[in-house]
């Protein structure tokens, strides 16, 4: 069974194309940066150098996070007690990476006794719950401490099972606070009501590395570090910081950006842990030019495949791992599970792609898309909802939640939303008015999971439906694209591609230079059954650019007219050892 929100027709959306036009400021323009670049900063806010000239002394004060002091000399105290400390992690690529940093960091130190572990998604679902505090108590080695990693702010039940079983607690998170906080010794989470930190939207792993900044700081108070113990250069850890951010999806903010790219830096430098180097190897990917977008689109989804379908475990262990040949091997496993994960994605997408369609060919014509959607099916992979629901929002350009049977008459969905709507609060403000319907909730503002009954699933459908409709304008429902425009004809080169491929990290809200120009088709066929490979021509001067369009087909030409606008951004095609620009084709629209 899989349903829609309302009885609407659907049709995928039409784009508007905006060009950004930031003015470029007096620094920027006067300095030596080359001449696209200067328009393309400006137009993601960039009005000085300081701000692309990322140096480690322009991190915030890890200091500002509220509670830090607290959490830093109770694991301070720990290590030199040598206690027992059990990281708990989460099942994605901010999780992995996080317990990565604190298990790396905390063995530097001198501990001796730490482990970590990561709830089996299927069987304890997200977080510090009481079943995974009672599956720590009775690990041989019981621990003292437990430290949560990209979790915990909303695990009330687990940290108050932990304090039963005389077990301490420090949070370290980045997801949104609820009305209550776990009654923890400490809590370090920037969200937090309270916290001065300003950077917000600094991920999980962030917060992990900061926290063990300050408890690096305390044991060099106590003089801990000596000539028998030396004192770790933390920046060795941040080739996992920066994989853990882009892979979050967590907004580049200045702060996130000095951080993925000294990230790069040392693994460009081969100077990352060896699981990041065979994940990259394994891809076909340059260690030497490895960039933020191999992290989001290469490491980051193998990474997530272990946690979906098997155990994160596996990931966390590539990344631990110090041996180059064993961290090939885990980097093999996560392939083979991410290669499954794509055809359960695959076959999933298809399905749901079909149900929607039938299910609303048969309505008046003329309607408009859903406001929202919501979907089950019983035979649907719970770790692969949070996928399907991103791929149908970019589709049809509305927020999205796609449930998968839990067992035991539950279903748990995972939501993805347009800029605009808040999902994680559009779930509390359902939870609020219609109590018992959500039975848990957490997330961001992009992303949001939940647990619902099966037999509720039709009023959440219609609760869900009429929130966002109370909540999104009209023009947030515009499928809007941002471009920085056309390029100059001198500057379609292999040179400018590169030159913005290395030139920031490019993630979340610091997009990747994409243009917009109008081509004429020179020629198109279809490669790999469901790419669409074409020769665009400019009609003034006559260039021909090779460009290629994923998952596109000759459907997607406009009819009557060899003329079309595209949004592309510069590739460059590595083929039988010769390499040419190449045209990455995202969006392909008449012109007018």
């Known amino acids: 069974m899989s349903t829609v929100t309302n009885k609407t027709e659907l049709e995928q959306p039409g784009t508007s194309i905006i060009r950004r036009d930031e003015t470029i400021s007096d620094e920027i323009r006067n300095s030596d940066l080359h001449p696209l670049l200067k328009k393309i900063y400006a137009n993601r806010g960039i009005t000085r150098l300081k701000q692309i000239n990322y140096d480690l002394k322009e991190l915030v004060d890890y200091s500002l996070l509220k509670d830090i002091d607290i959490a830093s000399e109770i694991v301070a105290q720990a290590i030199i007690q040598q206690k027992q400390i059990l990281v708990v992690g989460d099942f994605d690529a901010d999780g992995a990476t996080s317990c990565a940093v604190m298990i790396r960091s905390l063995r530097a130190f001198g501990l001796n006794r730490v482990n970590y572990l990561v709830p089996n998604r299927f069987d304890f679902g997200y977080g510090l719950s009481p079943q995974i505090v009672d599956v720590a108590a009775g690990l041989p080695d019981r621990p003292d401490l ?34 209550e906080l776990p009654d923890a010794v400490a809590i370090v989470n920037p969200n937090q009501p309270g916290c001065d930190f300003p950077e917000k939207t600094i991920a999980g792993v962030g917060v992990a590395f900061y926290l063990m900044l300050a408890v690096r700081a305390a044991l060099r108070e106590k003089n801990w570090f000596n000539g028998q113990r030396s004192e770790p250069n933390m920046a060795a850890y941040l080739d996992l910081v920066a994989l853990g951010t882009v892979a979050d999806v967590v907004p580049l903010d200045d702060n996130n950006r000095i951080l993925v790219e000294y990230g790069l830096q040392r693994i460009r430098a081969n100077k990352a842990c060896s699981g990041i180097n065979a994940l990259l190897t394994i891809a076909g990917k340059s260690i030497e030019t490895c960039c933020s977008q191999d992290f989001g689109f290469i490491i980051g989804p193998r990474l997530n495949a272990a946690g979906r379908l098997e155990d994160m475990s596996i990931g966390i262990e590539c990344l631990l791992c110090d041996n180059y040949e064993q961290a090939f091997k885990y980097a093999a496993t996560l392939n083979q599970i991410n290669l499954q994960r794509r055809e359960i994605e695959g076959e999933m997408l298809a399905q749901a792609t079909r149900l929607l369609e039938k299910q609303l060919s048969s309505l008046d014509n003329g309607e408009t898309i859903p406001v929202a959607m919501a979907l089950y099916d019983d035979q649907w992979h719970q770790g692969v ?51 018992g319907l959500i039975d848990k909730f957490g997330g961001h503002a992009m992303a949001a999971g939940l647990t619902i009954q099966r037999d509720r699933f039709s009023l959440f459908q219609q609760a869900f439906s009429e929130q966002v409709s109370m909540m999104l304008r009209p023009q947030d429902m515009e499928n809007i694209c941002e471009t920085d425009g056309p390029v100059d004809e001198s500057f379609m080169t292999i040179e400018t591609s590169e030159l913005f491929k290395l030139s920031s990290p490019w993630g979340q809200l610091f997009p990747e230079p994409v243009f917009d120009d109008v081509f004429k088709v020179g020629d198109w066929r279809i490669v790999g059954e469901k790419h669409l490979k074409m020769n665009l021509v400019k009609e003034d001067t006559g260039a021909c650019y090779a460009a290629i369009a994923f998952n596109k087909t000759d459907a997607d030409l406009p009819a009557g007219s060899d003329d079309i606008r595209v949004v592309y951004r510069l590739d460059v095609n590595e083929f039988r050892g010769k390499r040419s620009l190449q045209l990455i084709v995202q969006r392909i629209e008449t012109a007018h």
């Open 146 to 179: 437990i430290v949560t990693v990209d979790n915990g702010i909303s695990s009330i039940e687990g940290v108050d099972r932990a304090n039963e079983l005389g077990i301490e607690v420090v949070v370290t998170d980045h997801h949104l606070a609820g009305d």
């Open 385 to 435: 909802v949070g996928l399907l629901a991103s791929r149908i929002k970019e589709k049809y350009h509305r927020p999205v939640i796609a449930f998968a049977d839990a067992g035991d008459g539950e279903i748990k969905g995972s939501g993805r939303s347009i800029s605009g709507l808040h999902m994680r609060d559009v779930l509390d403000v359902i939870a609020k008015k219609h109590p």
